[in-house]
């Protein structure tokens, strides 16, 4: 139950293309849902993040879509670039003081120039 | 401001040996956490602390241990190393909840 399952493992998108990261999770006592991006050589840096208290979050090229009766949040990612190439990790934490954030297994971008 | 520090960057250890992972933030965070990355794995909690005095265990503790005598420090002790041990440390500094984790450079260990 403490599981964020995360697909696809690996992903490869044409310049200007639409990039889309899954994840689902169990536990209905999350409460924050981060996405991660972490480029070779460096540690993971924070992209964008959603309380489930609305559907639908965008910065810019990125969205977060969610779906609290399905336990599924999305990345969307719009007019995908070649600097966009890195590991994203979706992450969910729950209430209750540790704080502590559970990780998916990651997705590999590749965006092709 | 330096934020999250690690040191050392690389290490390799020959099995059995014991060393300390040093992990230092400027930010005053009260929570800070340490992870291994393993390839296709993710990041997984090894420890984590709520501040200064205050240590928990996370998802895969064993094998290392952690102490928080001050705001700034923690570092990550690892005894006996082994082979199941090589991975890519990384160390995380959060303000409070629904904050951003900052992550430090991480220290790549390898464990012969």
């Known amino acids: 139950q403490q599981q964020v399952k995360q697909s696809p493992q690996s992903l490869i998108v044409q310049k200007g293309g639409i990039s889309i990261i899954n994840c689902a999770y169990e536990n209905t006592a999350f409460d924050y849902f981060p996405w991660y991006q972490q480029f070779p050589g460096k540690g993971p840096a924070l992209l964008i993040a959603?309380?489930?208290?609305?559907s639908e979050k965008k910065e810019g090229r990125f969205t977060i879509s969610f779906n609290k009766s399905a336990k599924q949040f999305s990345l969307h990612i719009m007019d995908s670039q070649p600097g966009d190439s890195a590991t994203y990790f979706c992450?969910?934490?729950?209430?209750?003081?540790?704080?502590?954030?559970?990780f998916g297994k990651g997705t590999k971008l590749t965006v092709n120039p | 401001n330096a934020g999250v520090t690690q040191t050392p960057k690389f290490r390799i250890l020959k099995i059995g040996q014991s060393m300390t992972l040093q992990c230092a933030q400027d930010m005053n965070h009260n929570y800070m956490y340490w992870y291994r990355q393993d390839p296709g794995m993710g990041l997984k909690l090894i420890y984590y602390?709520?501040?200064?005095?205050?240590?928990d265990k996370g998802e895969v503790p064993n094998g290392y241990n952690v102490s928080r005598s001050t705001t700034e420090d923690f570092p990550l002790r690892l005894e006996l190393a082994a082979p199941s041990q090589t991975s890519v440390y990384f160390c995380a500094t959060m303000k409070t909840r629904f904050y951003e984790q900052y992550f430090g450079p991480g220290t790549r260990l390898t464990v012969t």
């Open positions: 959603i309380r489930p208290d609305v």
């Open positions: 602390s709520v501040g200064a005095g205050i240590t």
């Open positions: 992450a969910a934490s729950i209430a209750g003081g540790s704080e502590k954030l559970v």
